[in-house]
């Protein structure tokens, strides 16, 4: 396997190679070993991070992560939810040894990256802390900003909000910083008329207010590199919804390969998992919705608990895979599928092909991922085989 030669490579010159994220903002190498905290909600849940750990591993590659989780958080309420004292998130999602809740993973431990997930947020808000619900009011970038000072040991103490009231003043937990920008929900996409389609809605220029698209994430990571000119590595992006968007397009034009056979043999997993709430449940799979096909509710790539033995469906192998090609800047193509069940090696194997290639051909060469274009002779080599 390439990647297994390029790891012992990297391994054998290791005294000789600079750090991950060196100072030229270059990914760390193919291989790399990362240590990596999470702030989210269910978006993050539902990669799910142990199936992204198999995929590392599978390579000879190693991740190891913390997390910052709860239902339905938005990185505003990582500050402060339900009142002043009460700690944000869910402890039963933040338990990951050794790390636990953010303000003990980033006061005593050193991360490779901080991935933040913004969830139906304002771009831009100044912060206002309130007596009644929800007790905190702020932009993402405000939002994001201040979990990247409080990562790199620059949140004094004060009162009202829980990073605050425990500071993290002077430990660096990184400097290395990504937003995990995902997608919209099945009723912005569709809107009141219903007609809507994933790439529409992902391409318009963002307004104002909750509008997750690719004109605001590129805006809010933009925005957090102005606030924080003196990172050596600038800010990036996992662009999980510029995927999607492509595969949409694909989809509507007949051009992703397999896919019918797929849902043929899937699709009772989608029709139990949405349910009668869910906006768009049809009985077979309908080209003409596109990556629609891949939500298993109207929020989700796969269905409640996001972890469970059927939780690895196309959705959450698409930015598994879009996750570790950012982070390692290494070629998915050839990756196995083996922790994503729903995937079957052979009888999808033209599917799972143009699946990778796709991620990376949005992500080798994004502006805001960091990750270099392959060259000429190298396009078409699949760096996991």
Same mark, same amino acid.
């Given at each position: 396997?390439?990647?297994?030669?390029?790891?012992?490579?990297?391994?054998?010159?290791?005294?000789?190679?600079?750090?991950?994220?060196?100072?030229?903002?270059?990914?760390?190498?193919?291989?790399?070993?990362?240590?990596?905290?999470?702030?989210?909600?269910?978006?993050?849940?539902?990669?799910?991070?142990?199936?992204?750990?198999? +995929?590392?591993?599978?390579?000879?590659?190693?991740?190891?992560?913390?997390?910052?989780?709860?239902?339905?958080?938005?990185?505003?309420?990582?500050?402060?939810?339900?009142?002043?004292?009460?700690?944000?998130?869910?402890?039963?999602?933040?338990?990951?040894?050794?790390?636990?809740?953010?303000?003990?993973?980033?006061?005593?431990?050193?991360?490779?990256?901080?991935?933040?997930?913004?969830?139906?947020?304002?771009?831009?808000?100044?912060?206002?802390?309130?007596?009644?619900?929800?007790?905190?009011?702020?932009?993402?970038?405000?939002?994001?900003?201040?979990?990247?000072?409080?990562?790199?040991?620059?949140?004094?103490?004060?009162?009202?909000?829980?990073?605050?009231?425990?500071?993290?003043?002077?430990?660096?937990?990184?400097?290395?910083?990504?937003?995990?920008?995902?997608?919209?929900? +099945?009723?912005?996409?569709?809107?009141?008329?219903?007609?809507?389609?994933?790439?529409?809605?992902?391409?318009?220029?963002?307004?104002?207010?909750?509008?997750?698209?690719?004109?605001?994430?590129?805006?809010?990571?933009?925005?957090?590199?102005?606030?924080?000119?003196?990172?050596?590595?600038?800010?990036?992006?996992? &662009?999980?919804?510029?995927?999607?968007?492509?595969?949409?397009?694909?989809?509507?034009?007949?051009?992703?390969?397999?896919?019918?056979?797929?849902?043929?043999?899937?699709?009772?997993?989608?029709?139990?998992?949405?349910?009668?709430?869910?906006?768009?449940?049809?009985?077979?799979?309908?080209?003409?919705?596109?990556?629609?096909?891949?939500?298993?509710?109207?929020?989700?790539?796969?269905?409640?608990?996001?972890?469970? &033995?059927?939780?690895?469906?196309?959705?959450?192998?698409?930015?598994?895979?879009?996750?570790?090609?950012? +982070?390692?800047?290494?070629? &998915?193509?050839?990756?196995?599928?083996?922790?994503?069940?729903? +995937?079957?090696?052979?009888?999808?194997?033209?599917?799972?092909?143009?699946?990778?290639?796709?991620?990376?051909?949005?992500?080798?060469?994004?502006?805001?991922?960091?990750?270099?274009?392959?060259?000429?002779?190298?396009?078409?080599?699949?760096?996991?085989?």
């Amino acid at each position: 396997m390439r990647s297994l030669r390029l790891l012992a490579a990297a391994i054998a010159v290791a005294t000789l190679a600079p750090p991950a994220f060196a100072d030229d903002g270059a990914p760390p190498p193919p291989g790399k070993e990362l240590r990596v905290y999470h702030f989210g909600n269910s978006h993050t849940r539902n990669v799910p991070l142990e199936r992204l750990q198999t +995929l590392f591993q599978s390579v000879g590659g190693k991740y190891d992560y913390g997390t910052q989780l709860g239902g339905g958080l938005r990185l505003e309420q990582h500050l402060v939810r339900r009142g002043h004292s009460e700690p944000p998130g869910e402890a039963k999602l933040n338990l990951v040894k050794p790390y636990g809740a953010y303000d003990h993973a980033l006061r005593n431990f050193t991360f490779d990256a901080i991935v933040m997930q913004p969830y139906l947020e304002e771009l831009d808000r100044e912060p206002q802390v309130t007596e009644r619900w929800p007790f905190f009011r702020a932009g993402v970038l405000q939002a994001a900003g201040a979990l990247i000072d409080y990562s790199r040991g620059k949140t004094k103490a004060g009162e009202g909000r829980w990073d605050l009231e425990h500071p993290n003043e002077g430990h660096v937990a990184s400097e290395t910083f990504y937003i995990y920008a995902t997608w919209p929900t +099945l009723k912005l996409i569709l809107g009141k008329e219903g007609d809507g389609t994933f790439a529409e809605y992902w391409n318009r220029d963002y307004q104002d207010g909750v509008q997750p698209s690719r004109d605001f994430f590129a805006q809010l990571v933009d925005g957090l590199n102005k606030r924080n000119p003196d990172l050596k590595t600038p800010v990036r992006m996992i &662009p999980a919804g510029d995927v999607l968007a492509k595969l949409d397009v694909m989809i509507r034009d007949g051009d992703l390969p397999g896919i019918e056979a797929f849902y043929e043999r899937n699709q009772p997993y989608y029709r139990k998992a949405r349910g009668a709430r869910t906006l768009y449940n049809p009985e077979a799979f309908d080209r003409s919705k596109g990556v629609l096909n891949f939500y298993a509710d109207n929020t989700h790539m796969n269905d409640q608990p996001h972890n469970g &033995p059927d939780s690895g469906t196309i959705g959450s192998y698409v930015v598994a895979t879009t996750i570790f090609a950012t +982070l390692t800047g290494e070629s &998915p193509v050839g990756l196995t599928v083996e922790p994503y069940e729903m +995937l079957d090696a052979e009888a999808d194997a033209e599917l799972i092909d143009a699946l990778q290639k796709t991620v990376w051909e949005v992500v080798a060469g994004h502006p805001h991922t960091g990750v270099p274009a392959p060259d000429a002779d190298s396009a078409n080599d699949g760096a996991a085989e």
